[in-house]
């Protein structure tokens, strides 16, 4: 089969691979008809080059059409599916406390990291990922989302992963009436949080500084500011407390951490043995987009974090934020935990999340390479890329 292989540094291939198999009685096969590029891949893709082998498969957001069956597995071929990121086994403590991101049964404990994930270096299983023709689903009838065939897979693919972690991200918030959220980041999962945090009724203000990112949060209701005065603005506009929570959708390549930046750049140079632990023990997160939400965020509270953080040495404002009795609540997202609510409005005719209107770049898997490349560099106002495989 042909699959979107990672060669190295800002280096991406469609490549011939084999086929997956059948490899457990709990196994499926399915043939993927939508994948997507995840602003996640983008670390891969940049950052997290000592934790991947030349030619593994990329991709964690996929759905299609299961093909294979293992002999324990109730799915049957011809079925709709969205498969989502997380790995889990659906049975262990973990799972049945909806954290099936710390799935106990595929847990990396020689990393001490969580739950394995499609696509997602080392560190999480190094499990071949969905930007492919084929894709093997571990734990089939857990690790899968049965779909109708009634609408298009652009309103069903972002169960995969986007769409739950933006509602992760907003409940994470937790805030019981209207309120006022600042949003850090309007890439895909910005701009969807945005959108469910103003669906349920708070005044949302998303700070980025890409004007087609804040020209289609402006289209669902969001303030969308370019962010050069932002805590000022949002004091300005909260009485001078600051918002009730702040949710950072951006994570560890935020713009304005020079430091950080060039350490991002050393590591893609060093040797894997050598870059691997500066990676694992050292802080190089930039986290120019957390110390803002922190800064946004009123006494007593919420910061929700929803972008992706690898250091663990990063220096934080720890005085300031126990002071000001801050909460902080972080994580990847539990898939599985929300799509008995998600799936309805997915589902509902309103669209009531727009997502019709989120996807600006689309292409088969030979466009992978270039749309990489396009999607990092913000260039011909790309927010979110869908490939199709057939």
């Known amino acids: 089969m042909r699959a979107v292989t990672w060669q190295g540094r800002r280096d991406v291939a469609v490549s011939e691979v084999p086929d997956p198999r059948i490899l457990e009685p709990t196994d499926a096969v399915v043939r993927i008809t939508s994948t997507a590029i995840c602003g996640s891949d983008l670390h891969l893709y940049e950052l997290f080059g000592p934790f991947i082998d030349r030619g593994d498969i990329l991709g964690h957001e996929a759905m299609g059409v299961v093909e294979e069956v293992g002999a324990a597995v109730a799915l049957r071929p011809g079925q709709r599916v969205v498969v989502p990121f997380n790995i889990a086994c659906g049975t262990c403590f973990m799972c049945r406390r909806g954290l099936q991101s710390q799935c106990e049964t595929t847990q990396n404990r020689d990393y001490g990291t969580g739950a394995s994930l499609f696509g997602y270096t080392k560190l999480y299983g190094q499990v071949p990922g969905g930007q492919a023709e084929l894709l093997r689903v571990p734990f089939a009838d857990y690790n899968t989302i049965p779909v109708d065939t009634d609408l298009p897979d652009e309103r069903y693919l972002f169960l995969s992963d986007i769409l739950p972690t933006a509602w992760q991200a907003v409940e994470y918030a937790g805030l019981s009436e209207p309120g006022t959220v600042v949003v850090l980041g309007l890439g895909p999962v910005g701009q969807l949080t945005s959108r469910i945090a103003a669906a349920r009724g708070h005044r949302v203000i998303a700070i980025d500084p890409v004007p087609e990112r804040r020209e289609m949060a402006a289209r669902h209701g969001v303030e969308a500011w370019e962010g050069d005065d932002d805590i000022e603005r949002v004091l300005a506009a909260t009485d001078g407390r600051g918002a009730d929570a702040a949710i950072d959708a ?47 965020v009123r006494r007593g509270g919420t910061v929700s974090i ?19 009795q801050l909460t902080l609540r972080m994580g990847q997202c539990n898939v599985k935990r929300w799509i008995d609510d998600l799936l309805p409005l997915v589902r509902d005719e309103a669209d009531p999340f727009g997502l019709d209107d989120l996807v600006t770049h689309r292409g088969g898997l030979d466009d992978a390479p270039a749309l990489y490349e396009t999607f990092q560099k913000k260039d011909d106002g790309c927010i979110k890329v869908v490939l199709s495989p057939a």
């Not at 390549?253 to 930046?261: D, K, P």
């Not at 990063?314 to 000001?324: S, V």
């Open 250 to 296: 951006v994570g560890l390549e935020a713009h304005g951490s020079t430091l950080a930046s060039a350490a991002h750049k050393l590591i893609g140079v060093m040797p894997d043995a050598v870059a691997r632990p500066m990676m694992e023990r050292a802080g190089i997160d930039r986290l120019a987009a957390l110390y803002s939400a922190i800064d946004v």
């Open 306 to 324: 929803s972008g992706v953080y690898a250091g663990d040495g990063d220096i934080l404002p720890m005085k300031t934020m126990f002071d000001r």
